[in-house]
């Protein structure tokens, strides 16, 4: 085998049946460690210190190199596949959504350490989000929650539109009770404050920086909580129930083949 | 085609198979944007921007010349329809629910704008979530959420009944732990306090501005909450579960048709 | 039709093959209404108001009298009933679950305030909560919460046993990272304390007054959220499960016959 | 029957067709004790008070001796099981899963205290974690967890997956939004400090240490709390569906028979 035959078998994962080969595996690590650094790249207790700054660029520079070889290889290698071959095949692979995420995910950083940039831009990292697209090739039915997206389609929006009005009316409600009326409070002066506290109840959030203080509006709202909480998750439980739905049908389609 | 044929098409949805027509999206988009104002329209760091007190009175000034535009039209085309033809048909549709609402949702702003009160009283706002009417007629299966509500009757009944004991007898017992003993908490020093505190924990809201110090409270707070958050959670559970029932029995009668 | 039976009909549901009589939903909202005032009683800012007082002791001595003239009537008019017949049956009766919370309801403070204590006491109070029990017996398909729980027995102790060991073990290890070493936290002083931001944090309750507040503290605690949301939830939806299935054969047996 | 038979049924679980032992049922009781002394152990409030410190020091001890007998006991009727029968039977025994956790449940402990270490030392205490394992074994259907956790296999890891994206990009935002632009909060000056708030929203924790405080922060934060709720449960709903259709077929299987 050819080492371009045997790279299109470690680098393509439509050329395997089933499971991940071990570079991509590789690939896909270094792409959580990517995401590690770029977490760590942000603290302030350790951008203070030389030996972590010089860390990151070491692992930057590594990792970049690593993604640009990537896509060179699977540049080559998508010749042996007939609909890419050729100039104009290679020009309909490099336009892919997967292959212009590949791009994204080093060539705007490499250009810009290439003028002397040093790769430290704000912008640039945050295209970094692009190599999620990388790991998500290799999520087994990761394309279940698209098909569960549409299959729920009407129902989802019913849904939301319910849970959106129940959001704003009880954020109207809790505008004149707390805010106009009552202890005039800060926090309920406008409706887009009270929508703020809204969605934070309504989601049983509740960080605790908004909340009424009359007994008005605690009758109030201890109603729309009750009442509210199976409403405002009622988009999820569709959601999630048409999920499981694609997926159990994908498992009988599988197995009546 | 006549003009009010034309726009018989385009305002009734009945008219239409299926899908919403481009004047009723029209429509709905200047709704979500007056919501969108109305909101902006409370808020104390815009109030006092008088190009934003421009803004405001422009655009409400054209919503509710739009408005009136339409429930003219809509009166006028109503006719087109042989239940609403002549003077008594058309009472007939200005007397159902949808049409009072769409009357609600301008005239009396329109009138006291006349009257030169400048729309500026705080209850015609609110007047103006009537215009969620005029949503809730596209968004499908809007109706079913009114036959799970009747499907699920009495096991919600009995949820919500569970519920709402549980919040009591928490809220007693609580109010005895950390009000009458304890350290004498002020904000459990009585039962209407104690259910304040009861609702955000069962709901799972926990704001934190109330919460048990004393070892005892803690005890049976937590036990309440780990036994409770199910039970408070039953009434969301019967109803979702009915309403996706009611759904999926559409979806096979339209099939079935 | 003789009073007593008239009484009868009115006053034992068994006797009607569905709904609720006028007496019996005045008496349910009579319990109710005291329910509301139970929680008002002990509020400081009414019990310092003389008229707020006042209100209290004439609503007391009102409910007082309901329960006092519907208890006799109950035991009068149970003799219709072949199994209550005679003396007898009367002890047969009164010694019924029902009848014993009905006496509860009423009797301890009847003979303390013919002793002058004034119904004051709160222990006494406490008793009012046996008037939960009047509703109870109204409450459509209330007895299939005790088969809900039957029916989940082993299913609902393994997804308890799971929960509680999950809260246990989550709390002996931010109890070593918080407590004994990191910031050496109050809150995380103890196990006991530990297990408190435990439950808060596992049932997503979430008051605020314990976090974790160093790196590894958080990173364990996240872990912990994510994962255990989940398992903490199993017991409540195992619950929910079962009532649902309860509900559903009970209706298809109603519809069988 | 021979004290060993009589023992062998009293302590083997297989030995009996369903139910639990009378000493199996002890024992279950003494770690349950054991985990509460554990925690009331580190409790400052009663480590101060000599009378509490001897009472731990008399309960471990009783403990210890306990379980000493219990493992002693165990090793000797293994060999009524023809595969533990002989010395390379019984090393079989003692390496199985239960004895190892068995022996780390007082084992340690006992060393140490022979040492003249008073058994005092933290690390030593996590160990009796181990006796856990005691009571797992007679949770009903609790081997059905593995096994729901190895049928939801790959949706597990899919929903993961995508909760764990969420968690992430939500966490990006909120971290230019409101850690590099906006206030400029402490709270939200690094990716990991941006997770702790993604984590603590998205599973609707909320403790309220961290949340955004501008207009554009509310906003984005708000709209990832509607969406995100149902998607960070997601793992949550994949594994509770898995774990009751284990337990369905489980119930079936059994019937079946």
Known sequence: MSLKQSLYEQLVPEARASGISRLNLFIVGVVLASFLFLALETEPTLTGDPRWVQAFAVFNTGVLAIFTLEYAARLWVAGLDPQYRGFGGRLNYMTRFYSVADLLAFAPEL?????????????????????????????PAFDALGAALRRSGSQLLTSLA??????????????????????????????????????????????????????????????????????????????????????????????GQ
């Open 111 to 139: 250009v810009v350490m290439a003028l002397g940039g040093g790769g430290s831009l704000l912008v640039l990292r945050v295209l970094r989000l692009a190599r999620l697209v990388k790991i998500a090739r290799f999520v």
């Open 162 to 255: 319910v849970a959106l009005s129940l959001v704003y009316v009880s954020a109207v409600l809790l505008y004149f009770v707390e805010g106009v009326g009552g202890e005039h409070q800060e926090q309920f002066a406008s409706i887009p404050r009270a929508i703020w506290w809204a969605v934070a109840t309504l989601t049983t959030v509740g960080y605790g920086d908004v909340y009424p203080v009359t007994p008005l509006g605690r009758f109030f709202s201890a109603i729309i909580a009750i009442a509210g909480i199976g409403v405002v998750a009622l988009p999820a439980g569709v959601f999630a129930s048409a999920f499981s739905d694609e997926l159990r049908e994908r498992r009988e389609r599988g197995q």
